[in-house]
């Protein structure tokens, strides 16, 4: 593919991730697909569709942006389009996914999580396995340099050999949760068991308590309920030392890193003192995650978050669901493919609806 090549965009869905969140006055860099794709020289949205005429126009009048279609397969059809965004409510992306697949499209972006069942993330999967076309699914922290950096301490073992995490989430585990699950699947592998129960709420996407067992022989304990803050990250043990890690939006300093030393005050004794981390340079995901898109129709470079990476974070959601129904230890992966999980809208207000 010639690397001077602009590619076509269109975007399903004109809400927050489509384009509204960098309508915020306190978000500065781009947050939202449309300006992800914006800022890059490679990349053009040529059409934009949703069902709220206002949400369209207000996106492409901003953005100058001439075809605008409240019919997703209307833009298919009318339109040479290379990477299509799926910025629209869970419960559509399987629909739109497959037609999207079938189009002559060449990367699918989605929003998380991937989709409301395993049944559907497998039919998602397969139509583009079969049309040749790359599923990306935007689990943000797979494309953050802060968070890339942590995985990289962890694999060269300066905490030695790994064996308890203690995890947290807001609330929302099919919202917040599949973040963080996929997260642990980043660090920690591939999960073998799953046993804990659900702290019931009236959104319909609760939170949960529980454990998460890798096949790794990682140990992960699982916070994720109501709080009037944000709480994201984990603690990790290993044989030689601690990471605490805390999420602070978009930001490069997430962690600390406490090794093991020998005391200089007492004898015998091991102390964790900190390490010091240079942060890495900072950029926004969903930057990085364009860039990665880029990189991949030119040269056919891996996508950092697939489709598979994103069932798999959808799966510990439902699984938890399962072992909270079933009161008992859970194996991974689920034998029943149409148990739905339906997101809360957002994991920042106690109803789960937004505001």
């Given at each position: 593919?010639?690397?001077?090549?602009?590619?076509?965009?269109?975007?399903?869905?004109?809400?927050?991730?489509?384009?509204?969140?960098?309508?915020?006055?306190?978000?500065?860099?781009?947050?939202?697909?449309?300006?992800?794709?914006?800022?890059?020289?490679?990349?053009?949205?040529?059409?934009?569709?949703?069902?709220?005429?206002?949400?369209?126009?207000?996106?492409?009048?901003?953005?100058?942006?001439?075809?605008?279609y409240s019919d997703y397969t209307a833009m298919f059809k009318n339109e040479q389009l290379d990477i299509i965004s799926i910025c629209t409510p869970?419960?559509?992306?399987?629909?739109?996914?497959?037609?999207?697949?079938?189009?002559?499209?060449?990367?699918?972006f989605c929003e998380k999580p991937i989709a409301t069942s395993l049944k559907e993330a497998d039919e998602m999967i397969a139509a583009c396995h079969?049309?040749?076309?790359?599923?990306?699914?935007?689990?943000?922290?797979?494309?953050?340099?802060?968070?890339?950096?942590?995985?990289?301490?962890?694999?060269?073992?300066?905490?030695?050999?790994?064996?308890?995490?203690?995890?947290?989430?807001?609330?929302?585990?099919?919202?917040?949760?599949?973040?963080?699950?996929?997260?642990?699947?980043?660090?920690?592998?591939?999960?073998?068991?799953?046993?804990?129960?659900?702290?019931?709420?009236?959104?319909?996407?609760?939170?949960?308590?529980?454990?998460?067992?890798?096949?790794?022989?990682?140990?992960?304990?699982?916070?994720?309920?109501?709080?009037?803050?944000?709480?994201?990250?984990?603690?990790?043990?290993?044989?030689?030392?601690?990471?605490?890690?805390?999420?602070?939006?978009?930001?490069?300093?997430?962690?600390?890193?406490?090794?093991?030393?020998?005391?200089?005050?007492?004898?015998?004794?091991?102390?964790?003192?900190?390490?010091?981390?240079?942060p890495p340079k900072w950029r926004p995901p969903i930057v990085n995650a364009v860039e990665n898109i880029v990189r991949c129709l030119d040269n056919?470079?891996?996508?950092?978050?697939?489709?598979?990476?994103?069932?798999?974070?959808?799966?510990?959601?439902?699984?938890?669901?399962?072992?909270?129904?079933?009161?008992?230890?859970?194996?991974?992966?689920?034998?029943?493919?149409?148990?739905?999980?339906?997101?809360?809208?957002?994991?920042?207000?106690?109803?789960?609806?937004?505001?």
């Amino acid at each position: 593919m010639a690397k001077s090549k602009i590619y076509s965009v269109g975007i399903v869905g004109c809400g927050r991730m489509g384009w509204l969140f960098n309508e915020d006055k306190k978000i500065t860099q781009p947050t939202s697909h449309v300006s992800a794709y914006m800022k890059n020289k490679r990349t053009r949205v040529v059409a934009v569709c949703d069902t709220d005429k206002k949400r369209i126009n207000g996106l492409a009048d901003k953005y100058k942006i001439k075809a605008r279609y409240s019919d997703y397969t209307a833009m298919f059809k009318n339109e040479q389009l290379d990477i299509i965004s799926i910025c629209t409510p869970t419960q559509t992306h399987a629909k739109i996914c497959k037609k999207a697949a079938a189009s002559g499209v060449k990367v699918i972006f989605c929003e998380k999580p991937i989709a409301t069942s395993l049944k559907e993330a497998d039919e998602m999967i397969a139509a583009c396995h079969k049309n040749g076309v790359h599923l990306a699914v935007f689990h943000n922290r797979r494309w953050d340099p802060a968070y890339q950096q942590v995985g990289e301490l962890l694999r060269q073992g300066v905490l030695g050999n790994l064996d308890t995490v203690h995890a947290y989430s807001p609330v929302g585990l099919a919202n917040s949760g599949t973040h963080l699950f996929d997260l642990l699947r980043f660090y920690f592998g591939d999960v073998k068991t799953i046993s804990g129960q659900i702290i019931p709420d009236d959104s319909g996407d609760p939170g949960a308590k529980g454990i998460i067992e890798f096949e790794s022989g990682v140990s992960c304990t699982l916070d994720s309920r109501w709080r009037d803050y944000l709480l994201f990250g984990m603690d990790v043990l290993g044989s030689k030392g601690v990471l605490q890690l805390r999420n602070q939006i978009r930001s490069n300093r997430i962690a600390k890193i406490l090794r093991m030393t020998e005391s200089l005050k007492e004898t015998g004794i091991q102390e964790l003192q900190p390490m010091l981390i240079k942060p890495p340079k900072w950029r926004p995901p969903i930057v990085n995650a364009v860039e990665n898109i880029v990189r991949c129709l030119d040269n056919g470079e891996v996508i950092g978050c697939t489709g598979e990476d994103g069932k798999a974070a959808l799966e510990i959601a439902i699984a938890f669901h399962e072992t909270s129904r079933r009161k008992k230890k859970v194996q991974l992966p689920l034998r029943n493919r149409v148990l739905k999980v339906l997101p809360r809208q957002t994991s920042f207000t106690k109803t789960g609806k937004l505001q």
